[in-house]
């Protein structure tokens, strides 16, 4: 049997952590992709000693740049002979409105077209490794969502929530998508509902947002909770070439009305291409 190897992206902390740790348990060669060094080495480290016999990397990019992300591709590719598991898991809440490098609103490049691009620049590794498996952590707050084609990054009228919200449909979406442009190739694409977990996800906002998480942060699921349907959509058998859906608790279960709309979900996938400067890879 070759080497399986997983990609797990925010994977120096919370969900990220576990999942990788996770992965290396039931034998995968896990790469992390971390914006610090140190962390990203630390939390290797640590997987390491967890686990012995793991065979762990770690690979630095800031997800929230596109020419970061296309240096990450080409690193891992350069890295790994196969991928067998990516699993998009980084992503963030901010309470202020702040652009990226390339122009574009933060919780819209970081937690929504970081994953279509880097599942793209990655794809045809993943589809020389088939059978293999895109995994997309979004969020149940994917149900309140909107895409606010007139204003995609809320610059007029800038909320954390409602940002955070669209970005998180914008991953079911993308994943429906892309499950049916990968139909036939052997490599699934699957979102989730991690649960709310107890992680760092919020933990560098402020006001009242920062405040209400810091309060009920005692009571949420553990990172271990939260990383157990991506693990199961990474690794078991009663999902392999299940594709094109959204998962909770390792159940899939039907997405919002928006996030089952064939053609918002085409539409989206348009508009998130044309922002990264990149072309349809299949066209439907």
Known sequence: MPER?????????????????????????????????ERTERTAAEIREAVPGASIDG??????????????????RASYPRLDVLVNNDGAIFDRYA??????????????????????????LL??????????VASRAHR??????????HARRYSPIAAYSQAKLGNVLFSAALARRLSGSGVTSNALHPGVIASGFASGTGGWLG????????FLSSPEDGATTSLHLATSPRVEGVSGLYFERCKAVPSS???????????VWAVSLAQLGLADPVRL
């Not at 089952?260 to 085409?266: G, K």
């Open 211 to 218: 405040l209400g998480w810091r309060l009920i942060r005692p």
């Open 59 to 76: 690979f630095v990019a800031d997800l929230a740049s596109q020419a970061e992300i296309r240096r990450l591709a080409a690193e891992v």
């Open 127 to 136: 589809k020389a490794s088939a059978p293999a498996r895109i995994v997309s």
């Open 144 to 153: 309140r969502g909107r895409i606010a084609f007139d204003d995609i990054g």
């Open 257 to 267: 009305a928006l996030g089952r709309d064939t053609a918002l979900q085409e539409r």
């Open 99 to 124: 652009t990226t490098v390339d122009g574009i609103e933060r919780t819209w490049a970081l937690d929504h077209l970081a994953y279509l691009q880097l599942s793209l620049e990655l794809l045809d």
């Open 5 to 37: 190897i997983a990609l797990v992206t925010g994977a120096t902390s919370g969900i990220g952590t576990e999942t990788a740790r996770g992965l290396a348990r039931v034998g995968f060669r896990v790469g992390l992709v971390g914006r610090d060094p």
